[in-house]
């Protein structure tokens, strides 16, 4: 198995985490350039009643807390579904160099359909990333199946 897809794994175990604690189906990992996992994040947007707290924003915040600014750039985000638009902005900002994602934006907008807990905002992170003056690398969609299965009858 490669690295990628371990890694990513584990954000989608912790997604899985999220919904077991009340949350929405959504989990981040922060690996760093030798490829140790230095920071995990759910998704708590219910249990913290604020809609900014997803798990790549959560994630964002404890890096930016614990992790020098001229470092971010070696590290990779994992995430179980693409960042949002809102997520990928604070990726950006934040300096992370690389985001590898599980579930696409549209293979969510296909399991949630016009839920109102997840408005779906059609903006690939592909395409917020590209409008920086600086490259963040992308990887994803993959394990789509797998990082699909956390969202099994929750937006029902």
Known sequence: ??????????????????REHGNHPFGAVLVDGSGWVVLEAENTVTTAHDVTHHAELNLVRLACASIAYADLPGHTLYTSC???AMCSGAIYWAGIGRVVYGLSEAGLLGLTGNHPDNPTLM???????????????VTGPLLEGEAAAAHEDFWV
């Open 123 to 137: 903006l690939p992170c592909r395409e917020v990333f590209a409008a920086g003056s600086r490259v963040t690398q």
């Open 82 to 84: 693409e960042p949002c």
């Open 1 to 18: 198995m490669t690295p990628d897809l371990e890694h990513l794994r584990r954000a989608i175990t912790v997604s899985l985490d999220a």
